[in-house]
């Protein structure tokens, strides 16, 4: 069962939005369901000084639920994390996302439209659709330049240091210490602001960026909807991974 936990800090300026979904947090239809509502909740309290999403247990996230991209359901799963993504793109203040142990595909797509990452050392993070011969939509409007044709070309993983050096991190904690740097890193950034200037301040950093995200993300998910799924290879991969077999791709 998909569980999403909000909470906020007493005085309301930390807002902290937990996936708690064993023992990965797939992200999956249900769980986008409760994310959403939880993230529009957070975004109408005024108090709000920052969001924190983080996951539960030794994982940030294995990723999307890789069922759901079958053709089938496809269109629904995109148009749910999309959304997900959207909001978190769009939200009235500063967001953080807190990443331990694996961060993939769906997972990192959140992470990404989180405004600031915190990495532990130890934590891999990576964008591995093109492994099953597609591609992902938010990530592919969330990462521009070098480190966007690294990550989603190659779909390689990525320790947090070279995440880091890509731009994709901003900040490291060290292993198990994750709780205390995120903690540490809101003491000393966002909990002696103002609230109303940071919403402020947010808006004018992330209106231009939100128009062209929005953009790009509704290109890629045109492509991945309107072409790569009437590819043989577009359902091969996704199909060959839950039957646990390699792939044998077609379409030159």
Known sequence: ???????????????????????????????????????ATAAADERGKVLVLR??????????????????????????????VRDLVGFPYPTLAGVQGR??????????????????????????????GVLAPAATALLTGRAAEDVLLTGRDLTATEAFRLGIVNALAPSNSLD???????AEHFAPRSAASLRLATRAVREPQRKAIEDR?????RIYLEELLELHDGVEGIQAFLDKRNPEWRNA
């Open 55 to 84: 996951g539960a247990g030794k994982h940030f996230s294995f990723g999307a639920s890789v069922e759901e991209h079958l053709p089938e359901q496809a269109p629904q799963m995109l148009e749910a994390i999309g959304g997900v």
């Open 217 to 221: 993300l509704s290109n890629a998910e």
């Open 1 to 39: 069962m998909a569980i999403v936990l909000h909470t906020a800090s007493p005085d309301g300026g930390v807002q902290t939005i937990t996936m708690d979904s064993p023992p990965g947090n797939v992200i999956d239809l249900a769980l986008c369901a409760e994310l959403r509502p939880a993230i």
């Open 180 to 186: 205390e740097t995120v903690d540490g890193f809101i």
């Open 103 to 132: 961060c993939l595909g769906g997972g990192l797509e959140l992470a990404l439209a989180c405004g600031i990452v915190i990495a532990e050392e130890d934590a891999v993070l990576a964008s591995p659709e093109i492994r099953l």
